[in-house]
C-alpha cells in the first residue's frame, strides 16, 4: 500500500491539509496519508527542513514525503521532486529539503527532477495553493505508478539552505538553537561527536545570553522540577531543557540564539 506523509505550515483551522487529502483521495484512494506536522510556523524552511530530516527516515522504503512551506508560492521558484535513498521528496525548491536528503543517504547521487507535466496538477491550478494543485496530486500519481521519470526534466542542483556548523572559540564551542519543541526545549545545531572538540570531550557548562546551564545530564527528570539541564536528545543533538517547564520562556530563548559549551 503506498504512504504519503504531508508536512506543512497551514495549521489545521483553515481547509488547506482536508483540500490536499481530498485530491490525494480522488487519484490513489487507496494510499495511506500521514500526518507529520502542520504546525511549522508560518513560511519558517529552517524548521520545516529540521521537522522532515528528523522523522523522513523512519518510514518505509519507498514513502513519498511531500513537505509544503512555501514562502515563494506562485514565484519563479520552481516544484521539485527528488529521489534519495530509499525515498521519494516533493517540495518547492528552497531549501526545505536540505537535511532530509542528508539524512536518508544512499549509495547514488539524489535524482532531482523539476515538477513540470501539467497532465499531472489539478486543473485550474491556483497561484497561491500549490499544495492542493501540484505537490498533492503528483504526490498522488506517483502512489498510484506514475514513473518518477514522467514528472519533468532532471536538474543538475536544489536550493540548499546555508546550515553552520558549530564552532570552537575561546569562549568554548559556540553553536545555536535551530529548534523549539511544543515542550520548549532548546535544540541545538551541537551533536553528540561536537563535544570532542572540548577538552576532556565533556561540557561543564552551557551558556545561552545571560544564563548558564551547570548541569549536563542523560534525562530531564535528572534536575529538579523547574530546574535546567542540558543532555543529547533523541536528535543526538545537545538540548537546553527545564524539566516539567519550558527552557525557551525561562530564558526567553528562541532558534538562532548563541550557545556556547564550555
Not at 485530491?23 to 524548521?47: C, E, K, M
Not at 553528540?192 to 544564563?211: C, D
Not at 528562541?254 to 556556547?260: F, L, R
Request: positive net charge.
Amino acid at each position: 500500500m503506498p504512504l504519503i506523509t504531508l508536512l506543512t505550515d497551514f495549521g489545521t483551522c483553515d481547509w488547506f491539509v482536508a483540500a490536499m487529502k481530498g485530491v490525494i483521495a480522488g487519484i490513489a484512494p487507496d494510499a495511506r496519508v500521514v500526518d507529520v506536522t502542520h504546525d511549522i510556523s508560518g513560511q519558517d524552511v529552517l524548521a520545516g527542513a529540521f521537522v522532515l530530516a528528523q522523522c523522513c527516515r523512519h518510514f518505509p522504503p519507498g514513502t513519498i514525503h511531500v513537505a509544503v512551506v512555501d514562502p515563494g508560492v506562485g514565484s519563479p521558484r520552481r516544484a521539485i521532486a527528488v529521489k534519495a535513498g530509499d525515498y521519494v521528496f516533493l517540495a518547492p525548491d528552497n531549501g526545505v529539503l536540505t537535511a532530509a536528503v542528508a539524512a536518508v543517504g544512499g549509495r547514488r547521487p539524489p535524482e532531482i527532477r523539476a515538477i513540470e507535466n501539467e497532465r499531472l496538477f489539478n486543473h485550474p491550478v491556483s497561484r497561491t495553493f500549490h499544495g492542493r494543485d501540484i505537490f498533492a496530486p503528483v504526490a498522488a500519481h506517483l502512489a498510484a505508478g506514475v514513473a518518477f521519470e514522467e514528472l519533468g526534466p532532471v536538474m543538475e542542483e536544489m536550493a540548499r539552505l546555508e546550515t553552520a556548523e558549530p564552532k570552537l572559540t575561546k569562549k568554548g564551542l559556540e553553536g545555536r538553537v535551530v529548534f523549539v519543541d511544543r515542550f520548549g526545549n532548546l535544540i541545538t545545531n551541537i551533536e553528540a561527536r561536537h563535544l570532542e572538540q572540548l577538552p576532556g570531550g565533556e561540557p561543564k557548562s552551557f551558556r545561552i545570553g545571560r544564563h548558564v546551564i551547570r548541569k549536563f545530564g542523560r534525562f530531564y527528570a535528572e534536575a529538579p522540577p523547574g530546574g535546567a539541564i542540558a543532555l543529547i536528545g533523541s536528535s543526538n543533538r545537545v538540548e537546553l531543557c527545564v524539566n516539567l517547564g519550558s527552557a525557551a520562556k525561562k530564558f526567553r530563548a528562541k532558534a538562532g540564539d548563541v550557545v556556547t559549551a564550555r
